[in-house]
């Protein structure tokens, strides 16, 4: 007789990211995942997270999940609607935003985002939607966290774009290019998560999620995935946590 | 100035034209895009930061030679398979693709607005977009040496955006999300709005956005002219018809079906417009 | 967060800094500038797109250094006495100026808004200005080879405004004519909010602007701190104070009777300010 | 027995002012005698002028003289009030105004413009308010009109401080400079009206105002005044103008 497992592995990768954010922060959030755990996480430990959509919306409470960047209910229940340039200009620019949360379709060993194309730029196997807002968000946000579901299409030891640049080719490359933000300080997968070792900067596996043995998690990494020596596994989600998702989600 | 939308799009928009037809997920102007496949308008560079279900429309229509972007995709959906087949496959026209961030996007309107044929920005600072798009530079700051990101005034023939409503001079009032569209209209040579409706005085709202009918060439009134997008305070966003458009747009012969019968067969939008 | 207007003053202005007290018109933070003077402040380099009466006030007490502006007078009536003064004579202290035109101040707030160390314009051009300002050069555009004009961000170490409202959580609002003080409030290191009134929640207002509360370091109550200026919807513009400064401000002794009487010798704004 | 004369010569300049805008014209107007001249032409013969004060309101329709460009009642007529930076970057700058309306504390024969120090800049003999928006009125309005009062301190041989180019040095500066308007295309004073020549540039007495000699423009005229050959004599304010003119001024 096997048992139903309490909670998904998408339930388990969103409540990971949204326990990474604390009340106060400003969050500037995507649409999907990113904006699923921002919205978990303003409704259970940080009341206070001020969600910022590109759509120009501050301080948006959305009740339910939006299903765009610019639903009518962000501008509704935002503390202020402001216009595009200004969203870019007066707030991401000049580090206001403490966290950027990002997608990604490939991701490599330095948190290098690919949402542009895979294969050839000129010639692609598959064209993705491009870069929106990420450069700048990868490029000016205090911290990133990219949350992306882990398999080998996605991360590969190589991107075939650089759509938005994470450590670049490793330490000391960010203050080089002058980019004002910490970079991907986390990324948050189904399988646990991965943060930059501080000296090198690539991408190492900080934790696992309950049950994933580091086996798992090294056969869908398209480069020799790194271990930190204090691995930890991952704490479940709560019941408050999984209910408010759940909620959320209609799930 | 208050005309019909098919007369709208016949005297502002010409074959060979670069039209930017803005709308940030909100007040997205289909209708003016499904007048625009209506009229059978070829050789089209599409700019816009968003392009959506219109544009793969468009695109899939034959109305393009050009995509200047910085995000293509089906909001909370997925990719536009019309924009994919024409990238991939050249069907049914290669599509030349001119490819930004949305902060870049953003300040090439800024710019164009301004008169001035350059912004400056932080951006773009490492990525690959700087190897495909010639229109991204660098730039000197004289005080301080620093170096930063310029990109080019982006300056349309002609912008079209949806608003809520329009008084019977011209003016504009849109409301909600405003995105870029203001900038948009400063930056174009030409500019069609259509509305959801045209009144005798347009009273404050606040967070409102106000377009002076001096620059607005031509006003259309088309009710419903932004769905499936929504109309802030008119009517919802319709995700439905999103997550539809993917099934609908995947292979040739279903859009093509749905050209006919929904686009090309139905002047519905045009007629409404010229009714008052 | 929110503060009695002294205590504000003190905790985030110093001797020393570089202050921009911004209103254009309208919302002019009077009040706080009476404090900086009755606190004895020194050596500020003051800023300001159009320096009138209060600027007048703060330099013939003493307070400044240096004064960044583009339009130094008092609107509608004439010229500037202490200013004049100041600048003609060295009384009560030499001030040094660096003068732009508005055009080019604004766009200096909106460079230190965004995050980036200089702007672009089409400003100054064959003006003398140019040979006076050091600020000011010229930047060739990367793509047309044209030439414009660059000026460097404007990044005051502290900003103040007056608004007519703030909510309990310090975000605030202001509407009617609301000049450069966004722009002024983001360029800046800190910020201080002179209101009204704060109130328990900030209904919305057609034509405002709002600062989130995290921009904004301290909110002082101060009612009728524009005064002699105005508050859109709390009181109109005082015009005979103003005719009435220029007398006053004519000779030494009547401005320093003036500033004995009613700026040293009556703390009632900031008291107001504290008084909740 | 002398008549009293039936306008003063203040009146007579504003009314000439006045005529020379026209309905559905953008124009930015200064504080003082533009403004009065502006609001007198939209009650009388330009119902739809568009009036816009730096201040940020476009289109005010003010019901009395304001005395600042930032009074209440200009936001409050207005048909939209916008910021600072933007009446500067979206409206003047790309050249939408028709006509820019200045004032003047010194011009000379090209009609550059100071309003900024009389003497020497570091060490001023008056130190006036300074520029404003005035350059940029100067270089970016399609035409601009000086209103002056005509005196020989005002009307130089050559202006102690350029604080706005009109013509430069002559015929081609501007197209030199790169300014985009026309520049001032009118001078009108209390005694005349005076016009670049079409060739040099040089302020010409185009026509005179009822009972002025042309000597007593040149009298008061610090350089050596041409005049053009089909020198004209201003028509008259007529009873209707007058009589809203003092409504607005409460003379």
């Known amino acids: 007789m096997t048992t139903t497992p309490r ?6 990768m969103t409540v990971t990211a949204a326990r990474f954010l604390t009340t106060e922060m400003a969050c500037f959030v995507g649409i999907g995942l990113p904006s699923t755990a921002a919205n978990l996480a303003r409704r259970t430990h940080a009341p206070n997270l001020w969600m910022i959509y590109e759509s120009g919306t501050l301080g948006a409470k959305p009740d339910t999940l939006p299903l765009s960047i610019g639903d009518g209910i962000l501008a509704e229940t935002a503390d202020t609607v402001v216009s595009v340039p200004e969203i870019f200009n007066y707030w991401l620019q000049p580090g206001r935003i403490d966290i950027g949360f990002l997608g990604a379709a490939q991701i490599d060993r330095y948190a290098n985002i690919n949402t542009t194309v895979i294969g050839d730029y000129s010639d692609p196997k598959v064209r993705l939607p491009g870069a929106g807002g990420a450069p700048e968000i990868a490029a000016s946000c205090r911290e990133v966290i990219v949350i992306v579901r882990q398999n080998s299409r996605t991360f590969v030891e190589s991107v075939d774009f650089v759509t938005s640049v994470g450590h670049g080719k490793g330490a000391g490359q ?7 933000g910490l970079g991907p300080t986390r990324v948050i997968t189904d399988l646990g998560v991965l943060e930059p070792e501080p000296r090198t900067r690539e991408l190492t596996l900080a934790s696992v999620h309950p049950g994933v043995a580091v ?6 990494t398209g480069w020799e995935l790194q271990v930190a020596p204090d691995l930890a596994v991952t704490a479940e989600p709560d019941e408050a946590e999984l209910s408010v998702l759940r909620s959320l989600t209609g799930s | 100035m208050i005309v019909p939308l098919d007369e709208g799009i016949r005297e502002l928009v010409h074959d060979g034209d670069t039209v930017a037809l803005e709308g940030f997920t909100h007040l997205i102007p289909v209708a003016a895009g499904h007048e625009i496949i209506r009229q059978g308008l070829r050789d089209l560079t599409l700019a816009r930061m968003t392009p959506d279900i219109v544009y793969d429309q468009m695109i899939g229509a034959g109305c393009a030679r050009k995509l200047v972007f910085s995000w293509g995709g089906n909001p909370g959906v997925g990719s536009l398979h019309r924009f994919r087949d024409a990238v991939q496959n050249g069907w049914p026209a290669p599509l030349e693709i001119e490819e930004h961030s949305h902060a870049g996007m953003a300040n090439r309107y800024v710019a164009g607005a301004s008169g001035i044929p350059f912004a400056v920005l932080r951006g773009y600072t490492g990525t690959d977009l700087i190897a495909q798009t010639p229109d ?30 329009a008084d019977r001079a011209g003016n504009v009032q849109l409301w909600g999300i405003t995105g870029v569209q203001k900038e948009a209209v400063l930056a174009s040579r ?13 009273d404050p709202v606040p967070g409102q956005v106000l377009l002076p009918a001096r620059v607005v060439t031509a006003v259309a009134e088309a009710p419903g002219g932004a769905r499936p997008s929504y109309a802030h305070g008119y009517y919802a966003r319709d995700n439905d018809a999103y997550q539809q458009w993917d099934a609908v747009s995947r292979e040739r012969e279903t859009f093509e ?15 409404e417009g010229g009714r008052t």
Chains 1, 4 share one sequence.
Do not use: K, S
């Open chain 1, 7 to 12: 909670y998904t592995a998408d339930e388990m």
């Open chain 1, 174 to 180: 960010r203050e080089q290019l002058g980019l004002t």
């Open chain 1, 215 to 220: 086996d798992d998690v090294r056969a869908t």
């Open chain 2, 136 to 165: 991204i530079t660098t730039i000197t700051c004289p005080f301080t040496g620093e170096e930063l990101t310029a990109v080019p005034a982006l300056t349309p023939d002609v912008a079209i955006v949806h608003a809520q409503r």
């Open chain 2, 190 to 202: 030409r500019a069609l709005v259509t509305v959801e409706e045209v009144v005798d005085r347009l």
């Open chain 2, 257 to 271: 079906q749905w050209l006919r019968t929904e686009v090309r067969g139905n002047a519905r939008p045009a007629r």
